[in-house]
């Protein structure tokens, strides 16, 4: 695993950034390769139970007289008490940090532009395309189509082939809610079984297609409705990381208000609180209809970026630069309306 530091860019005013790498010297162990360290051991360490114990570990325990100690921590990742809705005397364990409110509403406003996907949180984000034919094309780097929609799900796996992807990485320092990206209206939602490995850039280098390896809940939503967005079929995988626990969904039209399931046939408002990562790093794949997007032309600019060390560059052996994005702002824009095209698998 490559160990120099990994690089980004902040969108707001496109400057390189390095990033923090929590854990980096044992996760590079981790993943160092089979060879060196025990299979066994492996799968022990990126299991459901580790990870829900490294979780409690990291997150449960009790810091005894820690208000001077939660200071820190807070500090320590950078956490803009200001944003959040609860004050900052209620957040008194890492958990309830990590599972923090924001004000979204005032500190994440969302222009709504008519056929805009926007972010689904604040992550840094990749963006790619399975089409052969693409400047994006980025086929068998981060998941295998097949395996991301599990086994039995040909219908999304044909409804999505070469079509086009964005992958949010969040990091434990981010907000962890997922909003909806989209308006629309809930065609399919499931849960597959899977390991848990580590999200960070190196892990993710040295396992093979990891985020269709990961447990995740996959939602299929349909925007060419009434009031969607109407850029056709959008799926959002939620994919699970060492030390989350679990993906829970809770969908509120209004704010945080009465959550609710996401279940079969419920319309989903767009930038809505979704669901809860407890807690961690984690990430959120977007996947789109071939020829249905085009995504904003800060992220493929910043994507390409030279002078920018990211692991993904060194790892897959071309520039793969992510840029740092807020929830709720806009990252791809709708091509063609459902009437010039011929349905959803087009």
């Known amino acids: 695993m490559t160990t120099f530091e990994h690089q980004y860019i902040e969108r707001e005013s496109a400057a390189i950034r390095t990033e923090r790498l929590y854990a980096d010297p044992l996760l590079r162990w981790i993943y160092a390769s089979p060879s060196e360290n025990a299979a066994w051991l492996f799968r022990a360490l990126t299991s459901a139970r580790t990870s829900q114990l490294l979780g409690f570990l990291n997150y449960d325990l009790p810091f005894g007289s820690a208000t001077w100690g939660m200071n820190r921590f807070i500090r320590s990742l950078d956490v803009d008490l200001h944003e959040c809705l609860e004050p900052a005397e209620r957040l008194d364990s890492p958990r309830r ?3 923090r409110k924001l004000r979204y509403w005032e500190v994440r406003p969302m222009v709504d532009a008519p056929r805009t996907a926007v972010s689904p949180c604040d992550a840094r984000v990749l963006v790619g395309s399975l089409a052969d034919g693409s400047s994006l094309f980025l086929k068998g780097k981060f998941f295998d189509l097949e395996e991301l929609f599990g086994t039995n799900r040909k219908e999304w796996v044909e409804a999505f082939r070469d079509g086009d992807f964005a992958i949010f990485r969040l990091t434990p320092d981010k907000y962890h809610y997922n909003h909806t990206p ?11 079984a899977g390991r848990y490995h580590s999200c960070n850039p190196g892990p993710v280098v040295a396992i093979a297609t990891p985020y269709s ?3 995740r809940v996959v939602t299929i939503v349909d925007t060419d409705v009434p009031h969607g967005t109407g850029i056709g079929l959008v799926a959002m995988i939620e994919v699970v990381a060492l030390m989350i626990g679990r993906i829970e969904q809770c969908y509120s039209a209004a704010r945080y208000d009465d959550p ?3 279940a079969k046939g419920l319309f989903l408002l767009k930038g809505q609180p979704k669901s809860l990562y407890r807690p961690g790093s984690s990430t959120t794949v977007l996947m789109f209809q071939r020829g249905r997007v085009a995504f904003c032309e800060d992220l493929l600019r910043n994507l390409f970026r030279p002078s920018v060390q990211s692991r993904f560059s060194r790892g897959f052996g071309r520039p793969l630069v992510e840029t740092d994005v ?3 702002s806009p990252i791809a824009q709708g091509l063609w309306k459902p009437e010039e095209g011929t349905g959803h698998g087009q």
């Not at 989209?182 to 597959?192: F, H, K, N, Q, S």
């Open 97 to 99: 940090v990590f599972e």
């Open 326 to 328: 807020k929830v709720r």
């Open 213 to 215: 390896k990961n447990a």
């Open 182 to 192: 989209v308006a629309g209206t809930v065609r399919d939602i499931y849960e597959i």
């Open 260 to 262: 609710q399931p996401v």
